[in-house]
């Protein structure tokens, strides 16, 4: 399964961006085959459907899951609406390298 992770950086040392929509990069982990794929995100300064626009980028990256801070509305019924989980977390000082390796533990 793929994961995207939102991202403040452009790197594993990068901690996890509270918004979804509005995040700078996004972090894509591959759980099988340990690929790591970090792609800015083109709407991070959008005005207006920055999260419907992420979410349909990142179903074309067939992701399965999300992990952010916070969903917006919008982006959590389109979420739901494709099948793809969304897992919010809350402690922001985590680095991206640290919840991959939560992700991986948690998956065994």
């Known amino acids: 399964m793929r994961v995207a992770i939102t991202s403040q950086g452009n790197s ?24 790591i794929e970090i792609i800015p995100n083109p709407y991070c300064n959008a005005e207006e459907q920055a999260g419907t626009l992420a ?17 917006g509305i919008k982006a ?20 991206i390298g640290d919840l991959i390796q939560m992700l991986n533990h948690k998956s065994k």
């Open 12 to 35: 594993l040392e990068s901690k996890l961006d509270q918004r979804f929509g509005h995040c700078r990069f996004f972090v894509i982990y591959d759980m099988q085959t340990g690929s």
């Open 55 to 71: 979410v349909k980028l990142l179903s074309s990256k067939s992701v399965g899951k999300v992990v952010s801070g916070e969903f």
């Open 76 to 95: 959590k019924s389109l979420f739901d609406s494709l099948g793809i989980q969304m897992i919010m977390y809350k402690n922001f000082n985590i680095s």
